[in-house]
């Protein structure tokens, strides 16, 4: 069974910092993945994205500089280090397989995601 479980949202202030992770299972690990967020109210939107071996990331121009992701394949997890986090950040947050490098388009469902709620 394909699960995916993040965790590690939680209530910010503007200009903390939080770690989101994702630990997967039930497929194989070692492909692209990506996180997503969706705001209240807003389309689910790309983050960031990261090869299977972790040595090339993308990220959305809205988190660049402040946003860095990376993977642990030995744990099957994909983590997500959000520094200088801004009011607009405030979303649910989700991670998934991508269909190819470059692609936004998930693999598998979603899981139940990660609250972050950035405070002014």
């Known amino acids: 069974q394909v699960q995916l479980v993040e965790s590690g949202g939680g209530l910010v202030q503007a200009g903390g910092s939080l770690r989101l992770s994702c630990a997967a299972s039930g497929r194989t690990f070692s492909y692209y993945m990506g996180w997503f967020r969706q705001a209240p109210g807003k389309d689910r939107e790309f983050v960031a994205s990261?090869?299977?071996?972790?040595?090339?990331?993308d990220y959305a121009d809205s988190v660049k500089g402040r946003f860095t992701i990376s993977r642990d394949n030995a744990k099957n997890t994909v983590y997500l280090q959000m520094n200088s986090l801004k009011p607009e950040d405030t979303a649910v947050y989700y991670c998934n397989w991508l269909r190819g490098w470059g692609s936004r388009d998930p693999t598998v469902s979603w899981g139940q995601g990660t609250q972050v709620t950035v405070s002014s």
């Open positions: 990261i090869t299977n071996s972790g040595g090339t990331t």
